[in-house]
């Protein structure tokens, strides 16, 4: 397996001047869409689809399986992004003083506790999955995710390929408005079936501890 980091549209990198910046990718635009910066010509939609494609053409024929780094735990906007400008205040994990919850470390956390938020996270995995051949998910700060949704994902592939694995970093980056008791960490990978986590433990015994 390859792990690709986030190639997903991302927003720090212009894709008109892609080696001015360079970002790894962990800040969210479009979910469903490749990230042009990666593509010969990013003003032409199709040219960033076909390429995407073709890359996992010829891992697959290399017999090379790819997994994507998704992360649907927060979006790079808060009040100006696209699902709060869709519909105010539902797709975000509020503070009770109205401001939103940042347990990603990067200003906000979608709510995949509601339902039509689990359901995009459901159907974009789907989609990557199908549309583009991807044979594993890599979920960003899966300790922000509700177990429940991460149930659904794992159900959703199975009907697709119950060979794609899925595996996600046990935590999160803050304190979260979820309930520590739903939330998907390492503690409460026994409640989920075929869905890995990450060791950081394991990571900073061999190597140190990852701010040292």
Same mark, same amino acid.
């Given at each position: 397996h390859l792990h690709l980091?986030?190639?997903?549209?991302?927003?720090?990198?212009?894709e008109a001047q892609p080696d001015a910046g360079y970002n790894w990718g962990y800040d969210p635009l479009h979910y469903?869409?490749?990230?042009?910066?990666?593509?010969? =010509?990013?003003?032409?939609? +199709?040219v960033r689809i076909k390429e995407f494609k073709e890359m996992v053409q010829r891992l697959h024929? *290399?017999?090379?399986?790819v997994v994507m780094d998704v992360v649907y735990n927060h979006t790079a906007r808060s009040m100006d992004s696209n699902f709060n400008q869709l519909v105010p205040g539902y797709y975000y994990r509020l503070l009770p003083s109205g401001h939103f919850s940042n347990g990603s470390g990067c200003g =906000?956390?979608?709510?995949? +506790?509601?339902?039509?938020?689990r359901k995009f996270i459901v159907d974009?995995?789907?989609?990557? *999955?199908?549309?583009?051949?991807i044979d594993g998910f890599r979920f960003d700060?899966?300790?922000l995710h509700h177990v429940d949704t991460m149930k659904a994902v794992r159900k959703a592939l199975d009907k697709i390929d119950p060979s794609i694995i899925i595996y996600g970093e046990g935590w999160a980056a803050g304190d979260s408005t979820l309930p520590w008791?739903?939330?998907?960490?390492?503690?409460?990978?026994?409640?989920?079936?075929?869905? *890995?986590?990450?060791?950081?433990?394991?990571?900073?015994a061999v190597k140190g501890h990852v701010f040292h």
């Open positions: 980091l986030p190639v997903f549209d991302y927003i720090s990198v212009d469903n869409v490749p990230e042009g910066s990666y593509a010969t =010509n990013p003003f032409q939609g +199709e024929q *290399a017999g090379i399986r =906000n956390e979608l709510a995949d +506790e509601r339902s039509m938020v974009s995995v789907t989609y990557w *999955a199908t549309e583009y051949k700060l899966m300790g008791s739903v939330r998907a960490v390492k503690d409460h990978i026994p409640q989920l079936k075929r869905i *890995a986590a990450f060791s950081d433990d394991m990571r900073d």
